[in-house]
């Protein structure tokens, strides 16, 4: 397996509750992007983390928020949950460098929003 | 526009047939291409890369036209566990951008 691993695997909530979920990379990928997946969809880019900083963000807004450590983990915390934030929460994390190309995707976390 | 579109499918063939499909992208900037493979409710895997030359894994054949902006991708000997969804993906710089995936569905 690609040795990223997620947690939750599921999770519930209701709307306008907040959650954190977190990624677990491999040693030595500093790299780390958070993609949403819903239903029917392809995974949508959230934003990246390149050694502890904000290198890139999609089309999300800022109740969308992550955070990377040291340690090669990483959170993705997303506040005021609606009701479309249900979806497939997807990490992926990269080999040194800014190269992303080889990305190693985690099994995901399923977040429903009620 | 879409970053990435892909045919929806699904495509629902036979075990043994031969299916194809494709995808384009409007980033003329993007720089590598890919095509993952997703099972239901699982992670994307990486399938392959795809190369301006074209290039095989095994039964999979990868074809790429910069001109056209265009991606295609042929399964040969279709088996059942070939049933899959097939991501189109292209990393325009920072990023990989994903389309919304082409279902296959390899019957007995």
């Known amino acids: 397996e690609t040795g990223v691993t997620q947690s939750p695997t599921h999770l519930i909530k209701t709307r306008g509750q907040q959650v954190t979920l977190r990624c677990s990379s491999q040693s030595g990928h500093n790299t780390v992007s958070w993609y949403q997946q819903a239903l029917g969809q392809g995974p949508q880019f959230i934003f990246q983390y390149y050694r502890e900083e904000e290198n890139g963000r999609g089309n999300f807004p800022p109740r969308f928020s992550g955070l990377q450590f040291p340690n090669y983990s990483s959170e993705l915390n997303v506040n005021a949950l609606e009701l479309d934030d249900s979806a497939l929460y997807l990490c992926a994390s990269s080999l040194p460098g800014t190269n992303i190309d080889t990305q190693y995707f985690g099994p995901g976390t399923r977040l429903t929003v009620l | 526009r879409k970053e990435v579109e892909q045919d929806p499918g699904p495509f629902n063939v036979p075990e043994g047939a031969t299916v194809a499909f494709n995808c384009t992208y409007s980033?003329?900037?993007?720089?590598?291409f890919f095509w993952y493979r997703q099972d239901c409710r699982k992670e994307p895997k990486l399938l392959m890369s795809v190369y301006s030359s074209g290039n095989e894994d095994g039964r999979f054949t990868a074809q790429l036209n910069r001109a056209s902006q265009y991606i295609s991708l042929l399964i040969r000997d279709s088996k059942l566990s070939d049933s899959a969804t097939y991501l189109c993906?292209?990393?325009?710089?920072?990023?990989?951008?994903f389309g919304a995936g082409t279902t296959v569905t390899v019957r007995a």
């Open positions: 993906v292209v990393n325009p710089g920072y990023k990989l951008s």
């Open positions: 980033n003329s900037a993007s720089q590598s």
